[in-house]
């Protein structure tokens, strides 16, 4: 299908890929199991294919895919820029969520949080430009973890 772009292949054979489901042209996450195990294909909306295993290298290979910079340059036991701000608001108390939909990433918040956090976002999130911005909100707790 023309309308697929595989991320990601695990040594066992499974596959995952990006897909426009029509008509809505819906992206949403394939996942083709291997041969031996089936071949079943599962799919998922990206927003709750990037809340399942926070650390598996499909989640990885498709975070790099949306966003470019996210892995460029890095060693494996690297830090990214983004995800050290990521993990210092949630250490300050945070509580956004992020909500990956269609590729727009964004977040809400429905809770106060404390004093420290909010300063924390204001001053070292808000002010960058969305592409930034957005490269740590995806490190937040997904939506449809909740």
Known sequence: ???????????????????????????????????????????????????????????EALLALLN????????????????????EYLRLGGSRLAKVDDNIVSTRK?????PEAEAFWKENVEPMDEKRRQQVEVHLPSISET
Do not use: C
């Open 1 to 59: 299908m023309e309308n697929e772009q595989e991320f990601a292949v695990s040594s066992n054979g499974d596959r995952w890929l990006l897909s426009k489901e029509e008509p809505r042209e819906e992206i949403i996450v394939v996942h083709r199991a291997n041969q031996p195990s089936g071949g079943h294909e599962t799919r998922m909306s990206v927003d709750a294919f990037l809340g399942q295993t926070p650390s598996a290298p499909e989640r």
């Open 68 to 87: 470019p910079d996210h892995s460029a340059g890095m060693r494996s036991d690297e830090k990214t820029p983004s995800l050290s701000l990521a993990e």
């Open 110 to 114: 429905w809770e106060s949080e404390p």
